[in-house]
């Protein structure tokens, strides 16, 4: 047995086996040689960010395929109908998948993942189900071996210990747990969706909020913006140039207190959010930021990262500081910075390489000021955020 694991008392009909005594093969596959967009005439490759953590496949956002003539002259690698895989290196070791439906003819695993196919005295799915389990999980990470890249090799096998009952038994735990399992996922499904839904009505109500008021009753005028349309027939529209002043100012000595931008949080302290310590000489040249002042962080303004500052300190100098020029209620403008409508309107203002979230896009000064914005009453801009509060 494996000394460095203690191991549960099994029932009277089980057994304890090497996990190598119950297997017919282990396999890897090798290092994909293409990368191809197209579907037509290729062949699936499977590696460990392919596999969800529930054992489902991750095809849509990155497939990835190698030849026929590649899949072709591979020696092992090739997944068979109900083989179970086992994520062997990287960030998500131990993941593990069975396939039992294929959604392509031909599909290998690459060299990050393990086939594991077992032998007649283990049904398919009941050996899935134990090395997904916390059990099987705590042996794998045991076996885990080297520093810079860590991972699983073959003699994994020798130690991990598997729990085999009879066929029978294995048989009804599995519809058991096919069937439980099933019924855990749709009640997390509807879970995610009605989450969805009410994140979606968030967005609606302060995005209604905030570009057309709480009065049903109001007249409405063309605002001359497109992204915006209509808004209360009160209501003025001024530039950004007209409510916010860009200031400058850099730290000589470094000693201020360095303040870190994080999403839905604001302004905070930076050693709260890091471990990564910087000595006063490690920012100097950082922007000096005082309490009230408005701050963006301009590669992602568009995802919210606005925030008013709490109190004075320095930021990257690659964030923007603003004063606040006309008397405003800032809470409102914070709720319109950060509805999709605007984060939209943001990105299309952007300027810089690369295209969407992973490009290096920045909403530069100029970009923002030169902007247009809905501006309610005073009373009206408080009256808004109180309600969305």
């Keep these: 047995m494996n000394t460095n694991y203690h191991l549960c008392n099994l029932p009277n009909s089980w057994e304890w086996r ?113 090395i997904q389990s916390r059990m099987a999980q705590e042996q794998i990470y045991l076996e885990v071996r080297g520093s810079a890249q860590p991972g699983l090799n073959t003699e994994f096998r020798h130690k991990v210990q598997f729990p085999l009952p009879p066929l029978a038994t294995q048989l009804v735990i599995t519809n ?21 839904l ?35 027939q009160h209501w003025s529209i001024e530039r950004a140039k007209g409510l916010f002043r860009e200031v400058d100012n850099r730290t000589t000595s470094g000693e201020e207190e ?49 925030a008013i500052s709490p109190q004075n300190g320095l930021v990257s100098p690659d964030y923007a500081v603003f004063d606040i020029v006309k008397l405003i209620h800032i809470p409102y403008f914070l709720a319109l910075f950060n509805t999709s409508l605007v984060g939209a309107l943001f990105r299309s203002s952007s300027k810089g390489l690369g295209t969407g979230s992973s490009g290096f896009l920045r909403l530069y000064s100029e970009s923002f000021l030169s902007i247009h914005f809905p501006v309610p009453s005073l009373d009206e801009q408080k009256e808004i955020t109180n309600f969305l509060d």
């Design 258 to 306: 360095l303040l870190s931008l994080r999403m839905h949080v604001g302004l905070v302290p930076h050693h709260d959010v890091s471990d990564k310590i910087l000595e006063p000489k490690d920012v100097i040249g950082f922007k000096k930021v005082e309490t009230g002042q408005l701050v963006i962080n301009r590669m992602r303004a568009s995802m919210g990262l606005i």
């Design 18 to 130: 090497r996990i190598k005594y119950v297997l017919k093969s282990l396999e890897s596959g090798g290092r994909e040689n293409s990368k191809e967009d197209s579907f037509e005439g290729q062949a699936l490759s499977i590696g460990g960010e392919h596999i969800g953590w529930k054992g489902e496949w991750l095809l849509t956002d990155n497939p990835r395929f190698v030849s026929f003539e590649y899949f072709n002259s591979m020696r092992s690698g090739h997944i068979r109908k109900m083989d179970v895989l086992l994520v062997k290196d990287g960030a998500t070791i131990g993941k593990t998948a069975i396939a039992d439906e294929l959604p392509y003819e031909k599909i290998a695993v690459n060299e990050h993942v393990f086939i594991l196919r077992f032998d007649s005295s283990v049904l398919p799915r009941f050996g899935f189900y134990v």
């Design 176 to 196: 058991f747990l096919d069937r439980e399992t099933t019924q855990i996922d749709n009640l997390i499904a509807a879970k995610e969706q009605m989450l969805t």
């Design 198 to 232: 009410l994140e979606e009505k968030r967005e609606a109500l302060i995005s209604h909020a905030v570009t057309r008021g709480l009065d049903p009753n109001v007249a409405f005028k063309q605002s001359g913006l497109d992204w915006l349309g209509d808004i209360p």
